[in-house]
């Protein structure tokens, strides 16, 4: 007596109606016909869940939970990984850049690493029409697939390596991140992401890449990562490629919405007969002065045709292009191999989020206890205070770091703690040895003294956590050094993130926000994506001039930074578990 929609694919068919005597109904209509088999089934009822599997993916709803989770099984690229050696290697948590694939000098592979090769691109291509953030790796390996070099396996076995820790991962139907999309039933937009990488690579002959989000509703619905067919010959010409084909994507995916909205009768016929509209957005600022323009200059009339085609569309009321920057557009996902916080950054808010093979999310359900060990801190620091107010256990080292019993000390209190507490260490070594502000020190020597010892014991107290992160101002001199470098790869300190202390409430003597940025590393990606959701971007209008600054107070964190480093740590620890 309800509505229902079927969703079929050769022998596969997913099925949902508003009864759930219903679905029984088609069910057993089938099974008179045709031999079948239940793959799952999941309730309406957001207490009950359930799990089924359609054309080879897990479609997860947990107990009490409206949103659903798509992935693909735990175990899918085990015997890839089998094939490469990998399944008892080390895997790896930074993404891959890929950059070997501009190398030339690679030897062919043979007739059986080809096929192997081959095997293994079209296992993960398959895999890509689900985990939709991998698109722009396997565009890059697929440049090479006719011909593949022994460095083209090399960049199929670095993306090898960090799959195999990254096979938890889920797509989140809609994305947890309010700000993707548009969640207004009443007047439903279909929002798409657009960005353009202009001739990024001489492997692929500097033809642009395109990349492309459609959603509706705040959910994903599809992406994608193209070469473009054409070489352009500026920016903004790829630029307006993509624009270009984003406008065609979502006029087609409009119609498709507006024909479900109209079936189901959610809207009535007079205000659907107009097509969903569509929101796209971009980084180009030159793209949008082309289309608001009222004549082309003349360097620009080589694309003059696509201006045109897109403000047809425009001047329809269909499609409406606005402006966004550049690290808040999850397209830049799809041009480029980002680094690793960044990457994750943008898979997040698309609703790529870590669920456990069971399809239980542990993050949404476990709250794991958090303690926090800070070293080479001030007494009562921001960090310690935060502690104090969210009733986080604290443990602070503030002087003599490198002395033995200090340490001993620290590792006593670690060793205090229930076993099921996740310590995060969090250091930061003297600073003045690597600023420019060290010429204008009388004791430089004597500080370059205690920073070598300081640095050579750091290692033993960040392995007293669980997880850590270590901090510095973002041009201070001290990340090139040598001591420092290898502290950070020792730790797997692969995730970074640059926190604008402008954002952390931190005035100059005229009230207006210190333009500082500080640069924090991290062995969890989730530490690094909240720092950088919370202070990451910079959008103040204006900021103190040098003479207003009070540089010894830009040395110590605000309270709202305090804060957020704490509750960074809780979500490392809920993520990690």
């Given at each position: 007596g309800g509505r229902a929609l079927l969703l079929t694919y050769v022998d596969d068919i997913l099925y949902t109606t508003e009864i759930p005597k219903d679905a029984e109904v088609l069910k057993q209509c089938l099974k008179d016909r045709v031999p079948i088999k239940d793959t799952g089934f999941i309730s309406p009822n957001a207490s009950d869940g359930g799990t089924l599997v359609f054309i080879g993916r897990e479609i997860v709803r947990l107990p009490g939970e409206k949103t659903l989770f798509v992935k693909v099984p735990s175990d899918y690229l085990d015997k890839t990984f089998a094939s490469y050696g990998l399944k008892s290697a080390p895997a790896s948590a930074a993404a891959p850049s890929l950059e070997v694939l501009e190398k030339t000098d690679g030897i062919p592979l043979s007739s059986e690493a080809?096929?192997?090769?081959?095997?293994?691109?079209?296992?993960?291509?398959?895999?890509?029409?689900?985990?939709?953030?991998?698109?722009?790796?396997?565009?890059?390996?697929?440049?090479?697939?006719?011909?593949?070099?022994?460095?083209?396996?090399?960049?199929?076995?670095?993306?090898?390596?960090?799959?195999?820790?990254?096979?938890?991962?889920?797509?989140?139907?809609?994305?947890?991140?309010?700000?993707?999309?548009?969640?207004?039933?009443?007047?439903?937009?279909?929002?798409?992401?657009?960005?353009?990488?202009?001739?990024?690579?001489?492997?692929?002959?500097?033809?642009?890449?395109?990349?492309?989000?459609?959603?509706?509703?705040?959910?994903?619905?599809?992406?994608?990562?193209?070469?473009?067919?054409?070489?352009?010959?500026?920016?903004?010409?790829?630029?307006?490629?993509?624009?270009?084909?984003?406008?065609?994507?979502?006029?087609?995916?409009?119609?498709?919405?507006?024909?479900?909205?109209?079936?189901?009768?959610?809207?009535?016929?007079?205000?659907?007969?107009?097509?969903?509209?569509?929101?796209?957005?971009?980084?180009?600022?030159?793209?949008?002065?082309?289309l608001k323009g009222i004549d082309l200059p003349r360097r620009s009339r080589h694309i003059e045709v696509k201006v045109e085609w897109v403000k047809e569309q425009i001047l329809k009321g269909l499609i409406q292009v606005k402006f966004r920057r550049g690290t808040q557009l999850v397209a830049d996902l799809l041009t480029k191999c980002l680094q690793t916080a960044l990457f994750q950054m943008h898979r997040t808010t698309m609703g790529f989020i870590p669920m456990s093979p069971i399809g239980s999310l542990i993050n949404a359900i476990v709250q794991i206890p958090v303690a926090i060990l800070e070293?080479?801190?001030?007494?009562?620091?921001?960090?310690?205070?935060?502690?104090?107010?969210?009733?986080?256990?604290?443990?602070?080292?503030?002087?003599?770091?490198?002395?033995?019993?200090?340490?001993?000390?620290?590792?006593?209190?670690?060793?205090?703690?229930?076993?099921?507490?996740?310590?995060?260490?969090?250091?930061?070594?003297?600073?003045?040895?690597?600023?420019?502000?060290?010429?204008?020190?009388?004791?430089?020597?004597?500080?370059?003294?205690?920073?070598?010892?300081?640095?050579?014991?750091?290692?033993?107290?960040?392995?007293?956590?669980?997880?850590?992160?270590?901090?510095?101002?973002?041009?201070?001199?001290?990340?090139?050094?040598?001591?420092?470098?290898?502290?950070?790869?020792?730790?797997?300190h692969v995730f970074e993130c640059f926190v604008n202390l402008c954002k952390t409430e931190l005035l100059g003597r005229s009230g207006l926000p210190i333009a500082k940025q500080l640069r924090f590393t991290s062995d969890s990606w989730m530490f690094a994506e909240h720092l950088f959701r919370r202070f990451g971007v910079c959008d103040c209008p204006q900021h103190s001039c040098m003479n207003d600054i009070h540089w010894a107070k830009t040395a110590t964190y605000t309270w709202k930074l305090g804060k957020e480093i704490v509750r960074a740590a809780q979500r490392a620890a809920n993520c990690e578990v």
């Open positions: 080809h096929t192997r090769f081959r095997s293994a691109l079209g296992k993960l291509a398959w895999m890509s029409q689900t985990m939709q953030d991998l698109r722009v790796y396997i565009a890059l390996l697929a440049t090479q697939q006719s011909c593949p070099t022994s460095h083209t396996e090399s960049g199929l076995r670095s993306l090898l390596r960090f799959l195999a820790s990254d096979m938890h991962i889920a797509l989140s139907i809609p994305s947890q991140d309010e700000s993707f999309g548009s969640r207004d039933i009443d007047t439903p937009v279909i929002v798409c992401y657009t960005d353009a990488s202009h001739a990024p690579r001489r492997s692929t002959n500097r033809k642009s890449v395109s990349g492309g989000v459609l959603t509706f509703l705040g959910s994903l619905i599809k992406s994608y990562s193209r070469h473009q067919q054409s070489i352009s010959l500026s920016a903004c010409e790829s630029e307006m490629t993509g624009i270009q084909s984003i406008c065609q994507e979502s006029l087609v995916l409009s119609r498709i919405v507006s024909r479900i909205l109209r079936s189901f009768q959610m809207k009535e016929a007079a205000v659907i007969s107009k097509v969903v509209t569509s929101d796209v957005f971009t980084d180009s600022e030159s793209s949008l002065k082309l070293v080479c801190c001030g007494e009562n620091s921001a960090i310690c205070r935060a502690c104090d107010f969210m009733n986080v256990p604290y443990h602070g080292v503030s002087a003599e770091m490198e002395v033995r019993s200090v340490f001993l000390k620290a590792k006593a209190w670690r060793e205090s703690l229930s076993k099921d507490v996740w310590v995060h260490v969090h250091l930061s070594t003297p600073c003045l040895v690597g600023s420019p502000l060290k010429h204008f020190s009388f004791h430089s020597h004597d500080q370059e003294i205690q920073w070598c010892s300081i640095i050579k014991c750091s290692a033993s107290y960040m392995q007293l956590g669980s997880s850590s992160s270590f901090e510095l101002p973002k041009s201070n001199s001290i990340w090139d050094r040598w001591f420092t470098q290898r502290l950070l790869e020792k730790q797997n």
